[in-house]
Every structure is written in C-alpha cells, then in structure tokens.
C-alpha cells in the first residue's frame, strides 16, 4: 500500500506540474482599485507588500545543475538518462568523502561496508556481491576507472561534485558498466589562489584532517593543486579477550594535479594520487543476539591497503571537433589477516595478500560543444590488468587437528578492446532522437593457479590444483536508443533501451576444469522518465521507471565452508522506479529527497551445491527500497543546520535469503556557526539513535552463522577554513 501512494503521489504530482507548466507573472492590479474606496494610503502600503513579495522570490535561488554524463556540459533536466547529481555545496555540507556518503543521498543506491577492507555496494539491485567477476558499475575518479570490492573503499577528499548514473552505459564511458556509472570529480587546480583545511575529533579518538592547496604557477597558463588527508580512530568493537579493539582505523590520502593550458584550444592535466591504510581487521561475529560490538577471540588480525595512482588527459578543442586522450595507471596492493573460528582457540584464521596494476587508454572525438541539432562521439577503449593473488587461504593453528597453512596462488591478465560511438538529432525543436552502439571483446587468461598446504612442524610442502594458460574470450555488440520529448520548458520525458554486460572470465577459486570458467551476464534496460520544474524553477521533481530482464545471471555459490568458490547462472528479472525531487523553499532553507524501488527477483534458479529450488526469492544485497531526505538551513545570522534521513528496506544476503536485514533508518545531524565566508565551526552527528544494523550475514558450515554490523553512534566536531 505504501509503494501504491507514493506512486500516486508522483502521478498527482506529475500532473500539478505539467499544469502548472508556465507560471503566470502576478499582475499589477493597483491600476483598477477604485481609489474612491481606498484611502491614498491603503494603495501605498498595498503598493509596497507587492514589492517586498516580489523582490523576496527573486531572492529564492533558482535550481540550476550542470552535468556532463554525456560528455558535454548540459542542464540536468535536459539529459534523458536517471542521474543522481551532488553538487560542491552539498558535498560540503554532508561532508562526503567516500562511497559510503554518496549511497546515503542516491535512490536505488546502497553500500554494505563493514570497513574499507571489502566494500560492497549496488543499483538498481545489481551488486558486486560477486568479487570473483567483473564489477557491474564502472566508478571513476577524475577519469580513472577504479574496480574491485578490496580496492574501492577509499578516502576521497576534495570532492567538487559526483555524478551517479544508473542504468547501462557502454556508448559514452570507456569502461562498460551494466548497472551504471559513479563518476567523481575532485576539484581542478585554480588560475587564483586558493586554500582550505577541515580539523575534526570525534569520539573513538576519530581524528579528521584534511587540507588543500591550489595556485598559479604561471598565470592563465599553467595551475596547480595539492589535497590529502589524514584519519585515525579506535575501533568500535572491543576484543574483552585481549583487552583490545578490533576494527580501527589509520591513513593517508594525497592528491596532486597540474593543468597546463598553453592555448584556449589545448588542455593538459597530469593527475597522481596515493592511498596507505593500516586498518584493523574487519569484525565479524556469531549470530546470537549478543552485544554486537563486543568479542571474545585469540587473534585481532589487520588490513592494509596501498595504491597510487597516475593518469594524463589531454583535450584539444576546435570549432569542428574536440579531441580527448585519458591514459591512466592505477596499483593497488592489499594484505590482511581476520579470524575465522571468532574463539579464544587457536583455530583458524583467515589470510590474504593480492595486488593489481590495472592500464587504460581512452580515445574520444566528438562534435564541438556549439553543436545543437545534431551531435556525435566515436570513441576507443584499452585496459590491460595484471591480478595476482599471491597467498590467499587459511591458517590452521595450535589447537586445530592439521597445524598449518593451505593457500592459493594465481595469476590473472585480462584485456578489454571497445570501440563505440553514439549520435544524437534534433529533428524537430522539441524532439531529440539518439542512438549508440559498442563492440566490446574481453579476454581473461588464468596463467597459473595451484593449492599448497604447509605443514607448521616443517613436513614437505603438497600441491595440488593445479593448471596453467586456462582462458576465456566473449565480445559482444551492445546497442542504445532514446527517445526524448519537451512539452514545454519546465517539462521533459524520455524513453530509452539499452543492453548489458559482464563479460565471462575466470574463476581463480576454482578446484576443477568445470569451475574454472563462467559464462558472461546479458541484459535490456527498458526505462522511462520524466523531469520536471516549477514554481519558476525553485522545484524539480524526476522520476524513472525500469525493467531490466537478465539472462545467465553470474551468481556466487559459497562452499560447505562458507568461501566462495564457484559460479553459477541464473535468471533475472528486475523492476522499479525513481522519484528525486530538489526545492529551495525560502532563501535559507533547502530540501533535497530520494525515493527508490527495487523488485529484483531470481525468476530461475536452482543452487547446484544444495540443490535447493530457490526461484522467486529476492537477489542478495539487493535492498527493496531506499529513501533520502536531507533539510538545510542557513541563515544570514551565521547559523548552519543540516538533518539527513537515509532509509533501506528489507535486504537479504544470500539466493536462499535465510539472512535478512528488515527496513531501517539512519539519522544525521550538523550544526555550526559560520564566522564568514571562510571560517566554520560544526558539530556532526552519525547514526544518532544508534541503529543496530547488519551489513553482511552468512552461513559458515560447523562454524555457524557469522555477521558484520554497520558502525554505531559517532559524533565530534570540525573547524573548517577556506580563502
């Protein structure tokens, strides 16, 4: 009944709009007041509250947003595609610096991370759940593709402005991505010079710095910008064991880039970043209904992550055509030990140590940006990855029955080769027609692989499992069409189908031929939208609706031991909608809002390990609806308020879905004093009712069901500055 009105409050309000479409200008009617009746006076005074109304709505900022999803600066409003967009200025006031903060304001967008050690997240139902295949959104950070579930929980200060897509996008994005595409832009280098820093300190010790730097070098010609950041906290479960905590935190984030403009038609950046974590273990506990931050075991374990990375992008411009080159690099190294058997005994423990360097070159040429009837882009996409797992299984200890270490090892190199394009026509003033098309081949070699077991007494190490030069290839043609239509200024409507993909590749957890492979996930994504603005554009309200049918649907099967080791297909299919509406209410006020549906279902499949029919049953980390409403307030008196409420509904996290997490509710707090324009004092609050929530959950054979909880209540405080 819920879902049933809220749809009916978007068709109402669909309606109201559409209506409303052209805003009649309020009439001077002093011209026909009989000033017989009136006093002089009276017509004055009604003269003067005319006025005052009038100069108050053009106080009232109007909602102006610009994007470039298409790879050309647009209005939001005119870009048929379902776009999340977070501005500078609310990047700042919700403080978001990683994946974690832009879910939180993103509709059908939702993260499941216990700490930066395994990040997992999903849109529109699709998940990387599956870390043994390809990642079906494409995340960028300032134009370098960044994959993989151990290498995407990251600090990303700086942020000018993010850019969620969702839906397919293989037609204007190097990086193919089926569910969509996290597109993050920190901020360029200035012409002016420009500082700021953040000092925070919270409870758990949390201690927040972070600072950035940006200046000419040459004036007009050749800029600069260096960011980073430094954060460390306790952590928030306590080992009453060991006396100890668990999870904590410790790193650093830096950032360079240089812009050099030599001419108004050339652009050369050069942008380099690291990250070095030296974090807790991740926590994971017994399902038992037990404090859930507080355990009893032998070991606290630890996570490191490492990476740098360095792209060059260099974008010539002319009247006919503009030209952009991206060449990227991006390393990234991660080691960590958890405990498995989460007892005081000394039994088992889990470890790991993998890297990846991944390459990319993309190529694009596209129509000017004075192009307006009809507009084109071809592109041209390469990506070369190196993945190496170097030690990843588990330690038997002292009071197991078979001390020592099992392990695998392997060596994978994939290549991607794209070409794609899209061209978009005006035929009429009102009407925009578009089309795109991809060829994609992809190819994955598992070069080496093999299990050892290393006896702790010094007993010969065994071999087993293994095989060399195991490969998979697939290419694919992936289409797109669109249709949009402007009724009027305020109104536009859409429609657009597009197909998907994930590749096949291979499986280094396999123990056999017949897992060692998996074929690739194919999909359509039929969606239609609708944005809306009003009340002299103080309001807009989108919305989409979409069917996304999936065949060979890449699923992963844990083993008897709870670890991942195969994978299987299935059939998809998957429903929902978006309703986003943003309003300036007053000139101090501002109310931002997201509602999201998900329906995504396994129509087919049957659990090759359990034989269980488990068809109909909701995909894991798929959570049915999320919401977001955020409220801010600041005023000429200084003051600086902001509230956030960030929901989910139900979520499982298994295809037989015994886990579930039922609907929550996260609430978020600011408040602070402004001195000026470049002084600010706030205190923050997170989780502030202390929400129990789970973010992972699954069943681990003789060891029982063992779970993660999302972070409990934080609160502390930040002196910010910028000039």
């Known amino acids: ?239 009453k064991f060991l006396n100890t905590d668990i999870d904590s935190q410790s790193g650093f984030t830096g950032r360079a880039k240089l812009l050099w403009q030599p001419s108004e038609k050339w652009h050369v950046a050069v942008n380099a970043s690291v990250i070095d974590y030296r974090d807790g273990a991740q926590t994971y506990k017994f399902l038992d209904g037990s404090d859930p931050f507080k355990i009893e075991q032998n070991f606290d374990g630890f996570s490191d992550l490492s990476s740098d990375t360095q792209s060059l992008k260099i974008v010539y411009k002319n009247d006919n055509f503009n030209v952009t080159s991206i060449t990227a690099r991006r390393f990234s190294d991660q080691k960590f030990e958890n405990e498995v058997d989460l007892t005081v005994d000394d039994l088992l423990t889990q470890i790991a140590a993998l890297n990846s360097t991944v390459l990319s070159q993309e190529f694009r040429i596209q129509s000017p940006e004075n192009a307006k009837q009809f507009t084109w882009l071809i592109g041209g996409f390469l990506e070369a990855r190196d993945f190496n797992v170097d030690e990843e299984g588990l330690r038997f200890g002292s009071d197991s029955f078979n001390p020592g270490k099992n392990a695998a090892f392997a060596e994978i190199r994939d290549n991607i080769y794209a070409i794609f394009g899209r061209v978009s026509y005006e035929p009429i003033e009102s009407l925009t027609i578009a089309a795109g098309l991809r060829y994609e081949f992809f190819n994955s070699t598992l070069e080496n692989r093999k299990d050892s077991f290393t006896p702790a007494d010094g007993s010969p190490i065994t071999i087993s499992n293994e095989f060399k030069n195991i490969e998979q290839n697939g290419e694919e043609i992936l289409p797109s069409f669109s249709i949009q239509y402007r009724f009027n200024p305020n109104v536009m409507a859409y429609t657009s189908v597009a197909k998907g993909y994930k590749p096949p590749g291979v499986n280094y957890r396999g123990t056999n031929l017949e897992l060692l492979r998996f074929d690739p996930e194919k999909s359509w994504n039929y969606e239609l939208g609708l944005k809306l603005a009003g009340f002299k554009e103080k309001l807009i309200v989108n919305g989409a609706f979409f069917y996304n049918p999936i065949t060979d649907f890449q699923v992963p099967i844990p083993g008897n031991d709870g670890f991942f080791r195969d994978i299987a297909n299935a059939e998809v299919n998957i429903t929902g909608f978006e309703l986003e509406t943003r309003a300036n209410i007053t000139q ?50 200084a003051i600086f308020s902001r509230v956030e409420i960030q929901g989910l509904g139900n979520n499982f996290f298994d295809d037989a879905n015994q886990f579930r997490q039922s609907p929550f509710a996260l609430v978020n707090a600011r408040v602070g004093y402004e001195f000026n324009d470049n002084l600010g004092l706030y205190f923050l609050a997170n989780n502030i009712f202390a929400r129990e929530y789970l973010t992972t959950a699954a069943n681990f054979g003789s060891l029982g069901n063992i779970v993660s909880y999302g972070p409990p209540a934080t609160y502390g405080f930040q002196f910010r500055t910028k000039f």
């Open 588 to 637: 101090s006020l501002t109310a931002i809002a997201g509602f999201g549906v998900v329906n995504a279902k396994l129509s087919e499949f049957i659990n090759p390990l359990t034989g269980n029919n488990v068809s109909g049953n909701q995909l894991p980390y798929a959570a049915d609806f999320t919401y977001n409403l955020a409220l801010q307030y600041r005023s000429d008196s």
């Open 1 to 239: 009944m819920k879902k049933l009105a809220l749809i009916n409050i978007f068709a109402f309000s669909s309606i109201a709009f559409i209506l409303e479409f052209e805003p009649v200008k309020a009439e001077n009617n002093l011209s026909k007041i009989d000033v017989s009746r009136r006093s002089q006076l009276q017509a004055i005074e009604e003269q003067k509250i005319i006025a005052q109304n009038t100069e108050e709505e053009e106080e009232i900022q109007e909602i102006e947003i610009t994007v470039t999803a298409e790879k050309e600066e647009e209005n939001l409003q005119d870009v048929p595609i379902s776009i999340t967009p977070i501005t500078e200025s609310e990047i700042e006031a919700s403080d978001i610096t990683n994946l974690n903060g832009i879910a939180g304001n993103t509709p059908n967008f939702s993260t499941f991370s216990p700490s930066r050690n395994f990040a997992i997240y999903s849109i529109r139902g699709l998940s990387n759940f599956n870390f043994l295949s390809r990642d079906p959104v494409a995340i960028y950070i300032d134009d370098i593709p960044y994959d993989y579930t151990g290498f995407i929980g990251i600090d990303i200060p700086d942020i000018q402005r993010v850019e969620v897509l969702r839906g397919p996008q293989s037609t204007l994005y190097g990086r193919n991505a089926q569910a969509g595409v996290i597109n993050i832009i920190t901020k360029p280098p200035s012409n002016n010079f420009q500082f700021s820093s953040n000092t925070g300190y919270g409870n758990y010790n949390n201690l927040d710095l972070r600072s950035s730097i940006s200046a000419p070098i040459i004036n007009d010609r050749l800029f600069f910008r260096l960011s980073g950041s430094y954060q460390s906290r306790d952590g928030f479960t306590e080992n």
